[in-house]
Nanobody, 126 residues
Framework: QVQLVDSGGGLVQAGGSLRLSCAAS????????IGWFRQAPGKEREFVAA????????YYGESVKGRFTISRDNVKNTASLQMTNLKPEDTAVYYC???????????????????WGQGTQVTVSS
């Protein structure tokens, strides 16, 4: 069992930056794929970024490529999402997620993740 706690959200102006964190407990994240998803009011939860459990590959949704960076620290058992050049359309609740040895081709699909954080609100003002 893995417990995930998201933090770091807040209110920021367009063009600003935020860094979200995901702290894990219960299991080491070493063998877990990590994903970040977001959900805006009235919309489906969508893929933002992911880091595979093996090989160090990272993946991004089209709307955040070049602006967001996912990272993980298997020693500290944490993951992060650095967000830059934020836009009003980035406003959403952001969730980190984890799954044991999830293959890379499934990383962008939310239904495969077993563990989820509680979410952290990001609001970008124009």
């Amino acid at each position: 069992q893995v417990q995930l706690v998201d933090s770091g959200g807040g209110l920021v102006q367009a063009g600003g930056s935020l860094r979200l964190s995901c702290a894990a407990s219960g299991r080491t994240l070493r063998n877990y794929a990590i994903g970040w998803f977001r959900q805006a009011p009235g919309k489906e939860r969508e893929f933002v970024a992911a880091a595979g459990w093996s090989g160090g590959r990272t993946y991004y949704g089209e709307s955040v490529k070049g602006r967001f960076t996912i990272s993980r620290d298997n020693v500290k058992n944490t993951a992060s999402l650095q967000m830059t050049n934020l836009k009003p359309e980035d406003t959403a609740v952001y969730y980190c997620a984890a799954d044991f040895r999830l293959p890379d081709y499934k990383l962008a699909q939310k239904q495969w993740y077993d563990y989820w954080g509680q979410g952290t609100q990001v609001t970008v003002s124009s």
